[in-house]
T-cell receptor, first 112, second 113 residues
């Protein structure tokens, strides 16, 4: 089992550019979560999907953020346009019936 | 102005001693609780979970205690090892569905040789 796979591991981009983060959940897991981690705010839930359907996106900070899950094995989190305050580590996690999430290794995003 | 980061509580214990990490949660409706361990540069790693119909659960070298009356959760690590050094998070959520978990701010555990 390869676990939850995120790409890229690191992303450095200029303010105003579009950023796309990718996630491959564990095969068979039916829930997928996007979290953001910063020193100021800790781990924050941005959005989650059950069976590929977005359930709650109330944690998405602004309309600049969007997430999709076109199939059970792939999800993206997009920021357009990016801003320096979006700099953080973004984690994807997947689970089966809330039996403990499995997190990916995260994408460290730096917007300059 | 300069931003100030979170000041994580820090617990320092001697190698081989037992450690107890505490967590106060806020949502009385939460029925599911998890402890995660996060090492530098890695994602949070599941340690142990407990549901609200239990007050204690044991794993390998770890025990989680739940007191719903005072909304308190603790993680006990027995015979700590250098590899236990990490930030530990408690998380809470509702039972019966794959809803998002709410994470605490974390405690930094340092194991002294």
């Amino acid at each position: 089992d390869a676990g939850v796979i995120q790409s890229p591991r690191h992303e450095v981009t200029e303010m105003g550019q579009e950023v796309t983060l990718r996630c491959k959940p564990i095969s068979g897991h039916n829930s997928l979560f996007w979290y953001r981690q910063t020193m100021m705010r800790g781990l924050e839930l941005l959005i989650y999907f059950n069976n590929n359907v977005p359930i709650d996106d109330s944690g998405m900070p602004e309309d600049r953020f969007s997430a999709k899950m076109p199939n059970a094995s792939f999800s993206t989190l997009k920021i357009q346009p990016s801003e320096p305050r979006d700099s953080a580590v973004y984690f994807c996690a997947s689970s089966l019936q809330t039996h403990g999430y499995t997190f990916g290794s995260g994408t460290r995003l730096t917007v300059v | 102005g300069e931003s100030v980061g979170l000041h994580l509580p820090t617990l320092s214990v001697q190698e081989g001693d037992n450690s107890i990490i505490n967590c106060a949660y806020s949502n009385s409706a939460s029925d599911y609780f998890i402890w995660y361990k996060q090492e530098s540069g890695k994602g949070p790693q599941f340690i142990i979970d407990i549901r609200s119909n239990m007050d204690k659960r044991q794993g390998q070298r770890v025990t989680v205690l739940l007191n719903k009356t005072v909304k308190h959760l603790s993680l006990q690590i027995a015979a700590t090892q250098p590899g236990d050094s990490a930030v530990y998070f408690c998380a809470e959520g509702p039972e019966g569905g794959a809803d998002g978990l709410t994470f605490g701010k974390g405690t930094h555990l340092i194991i002294q040789p």
